[in-house]
């Protein structure tokens, strides 16, 4: 059974730091989605990794994944408050039921 | 539509009553997807259809729940008899065919059960 687990689950910085999240995996998968929640409000995608050191970037967001070492991380730089929201990242299963499985998401909190 | 639609937005019912939640997807999308999200955040996949067939229910409970995506109609996540514990964000997701492709959520429905 496909498990996602993200850390850290609550993350708190201040303005202009870099950090990263990251996504663990527990089995193969060819499929890898990062997507943001703002309180109240639906999910937004963000990113879909699709291959093995694939590496996306959008603005101050970059999301890489290793498939080998079943881990995706999204790396955000020079934080800004705008960026403050849950991150979640979701798993593909690669059964035809094709379904996808989330991490607990990260609460992202970005001091001014 | 280029979006998917839900409604309503919010429901309250009384436990043992019935809900109804309905989802229309982007229009030509194959795929339709029904989450419910608790209150830790937490996103358990439901059920998926692939046009009126479902494709996946391994999610649902099965004695209270059912969905349904007739033809040329909003698809449905009926709960008989709700219980408490059903309070949640039920979001329904669409997408245009299985490879590599997003899911688009739509905006959600919660449902409260008093």
Redesign the interface.
Known sequence: ELKVEQNPLFLSMQEGKNYTIYCNYSTTSDRLYWYRQDPGKSLESLFVLLSNGAVKQEGRLMASLDTKARLSTLHITAAVHDLSATYFCAVATMNRDDKIIFGKGTRLHILP | GEEVAQTPKHLVRGEGQKAKLYCAPIKGHS?V?W?QQVL????K?LI?FQNENV??E??MPKERFSAKCLPNSPCSLEIQATKLEDSAVY?C?SSPD?V?????????TRLSVL
């Open positions: 795929y997807f989450y830790k955040n937490e996103f996949f998926s494709f996946d391994t999610g979001f997701a299985r590599g492709n997003i899911q688009y959520f739509g905006a959600g």
